[in-house]
Nanobody, 123 residues
């Protein structure tokens, strides 16, 4: 079992930045591809970014490309999401996820989830 705990959410003005953290316990994150998803009110949970377990390759949703950066520190068992140039449409609950095998962009690809952290971007 893996427990994931997100932190770093908050309220920020448009154009600002936030860094989210996801700390794992129970198993080392080096065994997993890690990802961030988000869910806005009334909408489905959507893929934001992922970083592979094997070579650390990063993949992003088109809506966040060039603004968000996913990274991992296996020694700290933590994954980060650096968010810059935030927009009101980035407002959502952000979830960290861990997946074995070869997870891609679907919610069902991932085995473990955190409880989420709220990000609110004001205009």
């Amino acid at each position: 079992q893996v427990q994931l705990v997100e932190s770093g959410g908050g309220v920020v003005q448009a154009g600002g930045s936030l860094r989210l953290s996801c700390t794992a316990s129970g198993r080392t994150i080096s065994s997993f591809t890690m990802a961030w998803f988000r869910q806005a009110p009334g909408k489905e949970r959507e893929f934001v970014a992922r970083i592979t377990r094997s070579d650390g390759r990063q993949y992003y949703a088109d809506s966040v490309k060039a603004r968000f950066t996913i990274s991992r520190d296996n020694a700290k068992n933590t994954v980060y999401l650096q968010m810059t140039s935030l927009k009101p449409e980035d407002t959502a609950v952000y979830f960290c996820a861990a997946g074995g095998g070869s997870p891609w962009r679907r919610v069902g690809d991932y085995d473990y989830w955190g409880q989420g952290t709220q990000v609110t971007v004001s205009s």
